[in-house]
């Protein structure tokens, strides 16, 4: 059974800084990683979807890099700003057509100004 | 384009009480999937529907139901309302079913259940 992990729950960091958010899976035979932004009581947007054969993905002030072999994703965020602040998660999709896609419970990020 | 659009966005219900939730999808996107979001939790999948047929259903209860009509929209259905059933419950759609395409999520609709 799959399973995704966010660790840390809550992160503050100063504005301007460079970060790293980070996302683990249990099982590697995955089909995609994304990566959402969810702000306060609001829906959630995409940042970045990388494919299984793919290293990694850029948009921006955003990279995410993907390690199957080792159930492992990071997002690095450049230069952070105050509009940063929100909810970030990871979701995995499984290797078959019905798998459901399995979120983290996320990391909540707070740029301090 | 106009974006995944619910409604109600907010909703107050009382224990045993049923509620609808509606679900609007991106124009030309004929798969929506409905999630549950708690505190607790996290976000959890309910279920999926493409060209009105549920294609995949998660780990809930029967008290949890939807359908979806000839054009796309979806429709979501709780039964017997608990105080556990209180959530942000959200939409997605994306142009096709499966896991290939990247979903876009409405804003959701705040169930409290007193």
């Known amino acids: 059974k799959q399973e995704v992990t966010q660790i840390p729950a809550a992160l503050s960091v100063p504005e301007g800084e460079n970060l790293v958010l980070n996302c683990s899976f249990t099982?590697?035979?995955?089909?995609?990683l994304q990566w959402f932004r969810q702000d306060p009581g609001k829906g959630l947007t995409s940042l970045l979807l990388?494919?299984?054969?793919?290293r990694e993905q850029t948009s921006g002030r955003l990279n995410a890099s993907l390690d199957k072999s080792s159930g492992r994703s990071t997002l690095y965020i450049a230069a952070s700003q105050p509009g940063d602040s929100a909810t970030y998660l990871c979701?995995?999709?499984?290797?078959?057509?019905?798998?459901?896609?399995?979120f983290g419970k996320g990391t909540r990020l707070h740029i301090l100004p | 384009k106009a974006g995944v659009t619910q409604t109600p966005r907010y909703l107050i219900k009382t224990r045993g009480q049923q509620v609808t939730l509606s679900c609007s999808p991106i124009?030309?996107?004929?798969?929506v999937s409905w999630y549950q979001q708690t505190p607790g939790q996290g976000l959890q999948f309910l279920f999926e529907?493409?060209?009105?047929?549920?294609?995949n259903k998660g780990n809930f209860p029967g008290r949890f139901s939807g359908r979806q009509f000839s054009n796309s929209r979806s429709e979501m259905n709780v039964s017997t309302l608990e105080l556990g059933d209180s959530a942000l419950y959200l939409c997605?759609?994306?142009?096709?079913?499966?896991?290939?395409?990247?979903?876009?999520f409405g804003p959701g609709t705040r169930l409290t259940v007193l």
């Open positions: 990388i494919q299984s054969s793919q």
């Open positions: 529907y493409f060209s009105e047929t549920q294609r």
């Open positions: 997605a759609s994306s142009p096709s079913s499966g896991q290939a395409d990247t979903q876009y």
């Open positions: 124009s030309g996107h004929r798969s």
């Open positions: 979701a995995v999709s499984g290797m078959n057509r019905d798998d459901k896609i399995i």
């Open positions: 099982d590697s035979a995955i089909y995609n």
